[in-house]
């Protein structure tokens, strides 16, 4: 590359790196090789994980993801190994992941009833998988994960929400992934109320261990609280209440320099960046951005439209520049 290449690359500022939120070049090889059709790298990014539930919940979501439609390789890698649990796991959260994808839109519900009938289908599907995962595994935060996001799309009763909460708890306290699925199913869009919702992100962000990125929950919720207002960028952004919560929430969590940064850090820099930029709060979104290595999370930039150039909109608003 010449001198005029980089000085315009240098321009355009550093890529963005879609839907890939996290520090985690083993992940990142293995999803890679998974938009390839090559199942086999994944296998060891999962085994290694057994002994970091962190690490596991974020890699089987990311490989899962990555993996939709790729499901009959998973069946077949398990005909050889009936009693690996990651095989286990991983085809579970995939079934999970392709059933939502097929999710038909709550509005077109009454002239969509055959797909309704095949998102029922796919997302029954996984349960088995995932029950067999956590039989091999019991010690295993990840399958429970995963079954909440399964009761989710089947709009179970809560007290089974409740219980698989209280399972994935049970196992990981802090697990973020388990956090977050929790956060959702309380929220206004899925049956539950904004205050619930609320008490439960300040609750778990003000318990969290020192640099644990739960308190990027409490912006989190206040996304879904405007979601279920279904009143677009609302003014509960520019609240000084608001805006002090999330502060405070910011201020609980200080991801030090020099210290291996938790799984999720990246997608806590998004969630907290997002909402300083709502909030006309210049330095702290650009700090927070800029600490994202260009790499942006679907949520919370999904709620603002299409995520990737929601992103790119507001770096570019703040000028940010991509920091280590």
Known sequence: ?????????????????????????????????????????????????????????????????????????????????????????????????????????????????????????????????????????????????????????????????????????????????????????LSPGWGGTSQEMLDFARYAGSHAPDRDPLAALVPLAYFEHVAGERSGRSRAWSSFEVQREITSAAGRWHQARGVRAHPRALEAHNAFGAAFYLADMRRPARGHLSRTEGRFSALPWSHLGDPEKEFHKARARLNVVTSG
């Open 1 to 185: 590359m010449g001198v005029i290449e980089v000085d315009r690359a240098r321009a355009r500022g550093p890529r963005l790196i879609a839907s890939r939120p996290w520090a985690d070049t083993v992940l990142d090889d293995a999803v890679t090789a998974l938009g390839r059709g090559y199942l086999e790298p994944a296998i060891p990014a999962l085994v290694a994980t057994r002994g970091d539930p962190e690490v596991r919940a974020l890699r089987v979501e990311a490989l899962a993801r990555a993996a939709v439609g790729l499901t009959g390789g998973i069946e077949a890698l398990l005909s050889r190994d009936r009693v690996n649990p990651d095989l286990w796991l991983w085809l579970g959260r995939t079934r999970v992941e392709e059933a939502w994808e097929i999710k038909p839109d709550v509005r077109a519900r009454a002239v969509q009833a055959d797909r309704l009938r095949l998102f029922h289908q796919a997302m029954e599907s996984a349960r088995a998988p995932l029950l067999a995962a956590a039989r091999l595994m019991p010690a295993d935060p990840a399958p429970w994960v995963a079954l909440l996001w399964l009761a989710l799309g089947l709009e179970r009763p809560r007290a089974e929400k409740d219980h698989l909460w209280d399972e994935a708890a049970r196992r990981h306290r802090t697990l973020f992934a388990a956090h977050l699925a929790r956060l959702i199913t």
